[in-house]
C-alpha cells in the first residue's frame, strides 16, 4: 500500500543507468513513473536479529506461502496465522493498496515474501513496504493494533504555490479520512478535487484492513498531524507507517477512483481525450518488464499469435504464475497506429464496466508499445457466430445473453462513464468472450469521447468495419452514439442469423444485403426465416421477434429514428412491451464490399475477415 512520490533511484548499477538513459533519449515522453512493485522500506532496524528456531522458521514459511498463493485471488489483503503453540505461532498480514487487486497484488506480495527475508533476516517479525502492497509478519498477534511508526515521508519537488492550498489540501484529507472510516468500514478512499478551474489534486488515504474503523481514523489522523512538520509545503507528498498511508498529488496516480470526477477532457473539435498521454502514465497502469512478456510470448511467436487487432498482432501469454494474458503490441510500421494506441490506454484505463474488456498493465520499453489484456479464452464473438462448427453451441439463450452484455457494455460507455464514449468500430471480432461466454467489448482505437450536450461530430477521415457502418457516417463523416446503435443492430441481425452482413449480398445469393433480407422477411411476416436453423430448438419465438424487431429498429436509415441504447435495454428487458415498428432499413451498406462471407476462417486468426479500414473523405 506504499507508493514512493518519485522513484528515487539510490541502487542504479550501470547497467540500469545506461539502460535508462536510452530509454529516456527513445521514449523521452513515454516514461511512466509507476513501476513494478518496487521495494521502499522496511523496519527490520527496530528489532534486533536472533536465530530463529526450525519450527518458526518452517511456519514462518509455511505462512509466507500462505499470503503470497493468496493474494491473486482475494479482494487485495488477508491476515492470518499459523501453529497452535504459542512459542511457534506466525501471525501474518498483506494489504494491497485498494486499487491494486488480483495479478498485480500477487505479484507485489510474492516479491514482498521473498525479499523480507532476505532484508530481514534472522527476524520474529518483520515489516517491508513496496509501491503497492505491504508485508508483515510477527510471533505475536498483532491484528487491530494501530502502529504508527515507523512513520516515512516522501516529498515532491515542486512547493505548493499558496497558503491556499494547504488549508484546501488538508480539509480534503480530512474529508478522505471520513469517507474511509464511515459505517461502510471500507478503510481507504481515494478522490480528486479542483483546487481551481484550471487544477486538480488527488488524494489517497488507507489503512491495513485489519483495523476497525476507529483505529484506522486514529492512524490516518496521527499521520495527517504530522503534514504540517513535515510536508505541507511540497505539492506531491506521502506518509506511511506500519497501518496507514496518505498521499497527495498533482497527478491522479491511482487507476480507478471511488467517485469518478472527469479528469480527462475530450476536445470538442476531435473527440480525442486531452491532455493526452502523460496522464495515465502517471496514474500507476502497472508496467510489466519487455523480457517477461518476451519470455511468456515466446517472444511474440507465431504459435501464440491470437490474430491481429485495431492496431497490431495480438498474442497469447502465460505469467510466470501461471496466469493466461493477452498482449497488444503496436506494429512498429503504423504511423497511425500509435494514435490510436493512446487512444486505447486512455479510454480502457479510465473506463470499467463488466461488458468491456480489462487492461492490466503496459510495457512501454525499447521500440516496443504493448498492452496487456485479461485473456478471453473464448476468444471473439464472430469466431463462434460464424463457424458452423461452434455455431452449434450457441443456443437462443446464450445468444440473448451476449445481445444483452453487448448492449449493456455500449450504454455505459454512451450515457454511464464518466465520460461520453462513441467506439465507432463495434463489430463481432471486437466482441470477446470470457470462460463464461460473457461478452466484452474490446477494441478502442477508434473511440471519442463526447462532451454532454454535443450531439454529433464531423470528421474526414472515416474509420470503421464496411456492413457495420452507419450510412451517415459512410456518406458524410457524421457520427454520433446512433452510429454505435446502427452497428449494435448489425451485430444482433448477425447473431440471430449466423450471418455476416458484411458480404451477405454476395454469398448468399438473396441480391440483397442481411437489412433488406431481414426487411423484407419482416414486411411479409416472416421474420423467423431469418433465425439460423441451430436456434430453432432452444429459441422462444416470440423473444426472437423481439429481437428481430429491435434489430430493424437500430438499422434505421434515419439516424434520428433510432433508439438510444438505454431504450435498447428497457426493450430488451421486457417482454410486455410494445416495440415501436421499424422504418425502412439503410440500403447502401451490403453492397460496398466484395469480401466473401462463407471465406473459411482459421483457428488462429478469427478477426482476419474484418478489414478495418481507413478512408480519407474527399470534400
Ligand atoms: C538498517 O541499518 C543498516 C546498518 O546500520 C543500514 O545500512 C540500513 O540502511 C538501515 N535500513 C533502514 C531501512 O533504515
Ligand atoms: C499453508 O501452507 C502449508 C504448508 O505449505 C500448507 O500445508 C497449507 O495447506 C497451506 N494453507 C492454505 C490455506 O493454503
Ligand atoms: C487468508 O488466507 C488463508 C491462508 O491462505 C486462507 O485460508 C483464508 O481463507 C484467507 N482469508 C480470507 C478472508 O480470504
Ligand atoms: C511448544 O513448542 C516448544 C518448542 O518446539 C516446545 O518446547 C514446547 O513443549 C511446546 N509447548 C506445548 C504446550 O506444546
Ligand atoms: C505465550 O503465552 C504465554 C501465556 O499465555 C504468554 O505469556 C507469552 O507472552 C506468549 N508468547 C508469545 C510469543 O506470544
Ligand atoms: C521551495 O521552497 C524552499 C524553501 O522555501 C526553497 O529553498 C526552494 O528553492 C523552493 N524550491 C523551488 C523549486 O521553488
Ligand atoms: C460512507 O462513505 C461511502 C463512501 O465511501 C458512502 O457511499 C456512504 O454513503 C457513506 N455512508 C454513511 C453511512 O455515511
Ligand atoms: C472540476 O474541473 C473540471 C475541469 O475544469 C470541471 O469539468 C468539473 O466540473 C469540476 N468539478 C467540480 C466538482 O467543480
Ligand atoms: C527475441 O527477438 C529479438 C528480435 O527478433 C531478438 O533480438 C532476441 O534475442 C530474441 N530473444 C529471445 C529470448 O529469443
Ligand atoms: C468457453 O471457454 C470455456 C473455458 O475455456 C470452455 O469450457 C467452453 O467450452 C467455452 N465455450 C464455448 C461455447 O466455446
Known amino acids: 500500500m506504499i507508493v514512493y512520490y518519485s522513484m528515487e533511484r539510490t541502487k542504479l548499477n550501470l547497467i540500469s543507468i545506461i539502460f535508462c538513459f536510452l530509454l529516456f533519449l527513445s521514449f523521452k515522453q513515454l516514461i511512466t513513473k509507476a513501476q513494478s512493485p518496487t521495494y521502499v522500506g522496511d523496519d527490520c532496524n527496530y528489532t534486533k536479529p536472533k536465530p530463529l528456531t526450525n519450527a518458526y522458521q518452517t511456519n514462518l514459511n509455511s505462512i509466507l506461502l500462505n499470503l503470497s498463493n493468496d493474494a491473486a485471488t482475494s479482494k487485495g489483503y488477508n491476515y492470518t496465522s499459523i501453529g497452535d503453540n504459542n512459542t511457534t505461532k506466525v501471525y501474518g498480514l498483506y494489504d494491497c493498496r485498494s486499487d491494486v487487486v488480483g495479478f498485480f497484488c500477487q505479484f507485489c506480495v510474492a516479491a514482498a515474501t521473498r525479499e523480507v527475508l532476505q532484508r530481514c533476516p534472522n527476524r520474529a517479525s518483520a515489516t517491508i513496504f513496496f509501491t503497492i502492497c505491504i508485508l508483515r509478519y510477527s510471533n505475536e498477534n498483532f491484528f ?58 488527488y488524494g489517497l488515504v488507507q489503512c491495513t484492513r485489519d483495523l476497525t474503523n476507529e483505529g484506522c481514523g ?198 454511464d462513464s464518466r465520460l461520453r464514449v462513441i467506439h465507432r468500430d463495434l463489430k463481432a471480432s471486437n466482441v470477446l468472450l470470457d470462460h463464461e461466454m460473457n461478452p466484452k467489448i474490446s477494441d478502442f482505437g477508434l473511440a471519442r469521447a463526447f462532451d454532454i450536450g454535443q450531439i454529433q461530430a464531423n470528421t474526414r477521415r472515416i474509420m470503421g468495419t464496411y456492413g457495420y457502418m452507419a450510412p451517415e457516417y459512410t456518406m458524410e463523416g457524421v457520427f454520433s452514439v446512433k452510429s454505435d446503435v446502427f452497428s449494435f443492430g448489425v451485430l444482433v441481425l448477425e447473431i440471430i442469423s449466423g450471418k455476416k452482413n458484411n458480404g451477405f449480398y454476395l454469398s448468399e445469393g438473396h441480391g440483397q444485403s442481411l437489412l433488406l433480407y431481414t426487411w423484407k422477411k419482416w414486411c411479409e411476416g416472416n421474420c423467423l426465416e431469418l433465425m439460423d436453423s441451430v436456434l430453432e430448438k432452444s429459441c422462444i419465438h416470440n423473444e426472437v421477434v423481439r429481437c428481430i424487431n429491435i434489430g430493424l429498429l437500430c438499422v434505421q436509415e434515419d439516424a434520428a429514428d433510432r433508439p438510444t441504447m438505454s431504450n435498447v435495454v428497457v426493450m430488451l428487458a421486457s417482454d410486455t412491451m410494445t416495440l415501436p415498428k421499424p422504418k425502412h432499413p439503410a440500403f447502401s451498406i451490403g453492397r460496398m464490399t466484395n469480401e466473401d462471407a462463407s471465406t473459411s476462417k482459421s483457428f488462429k486468426d478469427p478477426s482476419n475477415n474484418d478489414v478495418t479500414i481507413s478512408n480519407i473523405l474527399p470534400r
Open 218 to 415: 486514529q492512524c490516518l489522523e496521527t499521520l495527517l498531524s504530522k503534514i504540517p512538520k513535515c510536508c505541507e509545503h511540497k505539492l506531491g507528498w506521502q506518509v506511511g507507517c506500519v497501518s496507514c498511508l496518505i498521499r497527495y498529488d498533482e497527478n491522479m496516480f491511482y487507476l480507478h477512483n471511488q467517485s469518478p470526477s472527469p479528469s480527462v477532457q475530450a476536445d470538442p473539435q476531435t473527440g480525442w481525450l486531452t491532455p493526452a498521454y502523460e496522464e495515465i502514465l502517471n496514474a500507476d497502469l502497472p508496467t510489466i518488464p519487455l523480457i517477461t512478456i518476451q519470455h511468456c510470448t515466446g517472444n511474440f511467436s507465431e504459435t501464440s499469435k491470437l490474430g491481429e487487432g485495431g492496431f497490431g498482432s495480438v498474442y497469447k501469454g502465460i505469467l510466470p504464475d501461471g496466469r493466461e494474458i493477452a498482449v497488444k503490441r503496436l506494429s512498429s510500421s503504423s504511423g497511425q497506429g500509435s494514435e490510436e494506441f493512446k487512444n486505447e490506454v486512455m479510454f480502457i484505463a479510465k473506463l470499467q464496466h463488466r461488458n468491456l474488456v480489462r487492461l492490466l498493465a503496459c510495457c512501454l520499453e525499447g521500440n516496443e508499445k504493448l498492452l496487456v489484456y485479461e485473456f478471453m479464452p473464448n476468444a471473439s464473438l464472430d469466431f463462434h457466430l460464424f463457424d458452423d462448427e461452434k455455431r452449434k453451441k450457441l443456443d437462443w439463450k446464450l445468444s440473448l445473453s451476449i445481445i444483452n452484455g453487448i448492449a449493456k457494455g455500449l450504454l455505459y460507455l454512451h450515457e
Open 144 to 201: 487491530g493494533k494501530v502502529i504508527t511508526y515507523p512513520a516515512w515521508n516522501h516529498l515532491g519537488d515542486k512547493n505548493v504555490s499558496s497558503v491556499v492550498e494547504i488549508q484546501k489540501g488538508e480539509d480534503f484529507m480530512k474529508g478522505l479520512i471520513r469517507k474511509a472510516t464511515n459505517q461502510t468500514n471500507q478503510l481507504f478512499y481515494m478522490d480528486g478535487f479542483n483546487l481551481s478551474s484550471t487544477q486538480r489534486r
